[in-house]
């Protein structure tokens, strides 16, 4: 998730697992009031609770199908030239089935075994959307979406909103390249940089 001239992006996304809660000991090492089961991202830091994020300078890239990538869509081609005009800040993680569920309430996750520190799974747009918003109002930022009877729309552009939103893109290919013009992001080779069908045992992971 993204929050804009910051933007909080939800990376994968991304919820809490109340019944798993036993794995980790509610622990608030840095007395700030929450633990892990309850969503913080960094018990280690009182200054950073439910979001931790890596803060991304404006730039340009190529944006779609480089030279080195063999198995493009057609949409991704050719590639162009993208210029990122705002800085934003991105969440270091995918959402946690943690802080997703202490937020909303419930936890969609088909992997719900696997804990809470791992990625919230099985979560509609407009479920993430509203996730979004509640964290806005939590951390005293603006709420980039309309939410009722369990749809949601934006409010505005993107890039006009203050609080938490998905990342466009554009933004989310510039952060996943850093810089690089690797064909995965961070790596040629999947298994160095992601849970993979190969290596994943076809289940989630603690972020």
């Known amino acids: ?47 950073r609770t439910f979001f931790c994020g890596i803060r991304v300078e404006p730039g340009s890239f190529e944006m779609g199908c480089s030279e080195r990538q ?25 959402v946690t089935q943690a802080l997703f569920t202490n937020l909303m309430g419930f936890n969609p996750s088909y992997f719900d075994a696997c804990g809470p520190t791992c990625p919230a799974d099985y979560v509609s747009w407009n479920q993430a959307a509203e996730f979004m918003n509640r964290l806005s109002a939590v951390l005293g930022l603006e709420e980039c979406f309309a939410c009722a009877d369990g749809a949601c729309s934006p409010k505005m552009p993107p890039m006009d909103c203050e609080g938490f939103r998905m990342p466009t893109e554009a933004e989310w290919e510039f952060a996943a390249r850093c810089g690089t013009n690797t064909v995965l992001a ?22």
């Not at 991704?76 to 800085?87: G, L, S």
């Not at 961070?186 to 972020?207: I, L, Y």
Request: glycine letters at 6%; aromatic letters at 4%.
């Open 186 to 207: 961070g790596s040629d080779s999947p298994d160095e940089v992601a849970w993979t069908v190969s290596n994943s045992e076809w289940r989630t992971h603690p972020v």
């Open 1 to 47: 998730m993204i929050a804009s001239k910051s933007v909080l992006l939800l990376t994968g996304l991304l919820l809490i697992c109340c019944s798993n809660s036993e794995n980790l000991p509610e622990n608030d090492d840095d007395g700030d009031g929450f633990s892990e089961v309850l969503g913080d991202c960094d018990d280690t830091d009182p200054e």
């Open 70 to 94: 063999a198995d493009c869509s057609p949409d991704e081609a050719p590639a162009h030239n993208i210029e990122v005009t705002q800085p934003f800040e991105m969440a270091e993680t995918e």
